[in-house]
């Protein structure tokens, strides 16, 4: 099973298997809040990469979330999401934020790893969720932004972990 996780900066931060992500997005859908800048970040941060521009909104946006994931009837949410069948999460817990509080702590340590690898090297090394596996890695790393921004429908990372073909990646292959 590929491990997929967030990608920022000069940092790395695993955050478990397909599954375990795609529930961790489930209970963000079920928890929905209209907020269309919030709606949009989360989108982004799912399908795409994080801009510049927006790390202090995505920051806000996750911490609003971590809000509604401690607040959360626990078994209002679970009942309606498909819990992973091979999980490192631990379900027995009461408490949604307990269960996910890596997804949440790892946010903010790329946000800051962005951050200073900007300051340091004047460039921006953008947030997104990705394969970290190796050599799947060296891959994304390899994938222009422009790339992430032509995603329509499914997530790369996603498609990529359940072995779909990636025509992003054949096009890196290809001489030029």
Request: charged share 30%; net charge negative.
């Amino acid at each position: 099973m590929k491990t997929i996780g967030y990608c920022g900066g000069g940092l790395l931060f695993r955050l478990g298997n397909e599954e375990e992500v795609e529930s961790f997005f489930d209970c963000i859908r079920i928890l929905h809040t209209s907020n269309d800048n919030f709606d949009q970040i989360v989108d982004r941060l799912y399908r795409k990469y994080i801009k510049f521009e927006d790390l202090d909104l995505a920051r806000d946006a996750m911490r609003s979330i971590a809000l509604l994931f401690k607040e959360a009837k626990f078994e209002d949410v679970v009942s309606k999401i498909s819990v992973p069948s091979i999980t490192k999460l631990n379900f027995d817990r009461n408490n949604l934020f307990d269960i996910y509080s890596k997804f949440f702590s790892g946010f903010e340590d790329v946000i800051e790893s962005s951050k200073y690898f900007y300051e340091d090297y004047g460039k921006y090394q953008p947030i997104s969720i990705i394969v970290v596996d190796i050599p799947a890695y060296d891959k994304y790393k390899r994938l222009p932004v422009s790339v992430f921004e032509k995603v329509q429908r499914s997530p790369i990372w996603l498609r990529e972990a359940k072995g779909e073909e990636l025509p992003e990646f054949d096009e890196l292959s290809r001489p030029q």
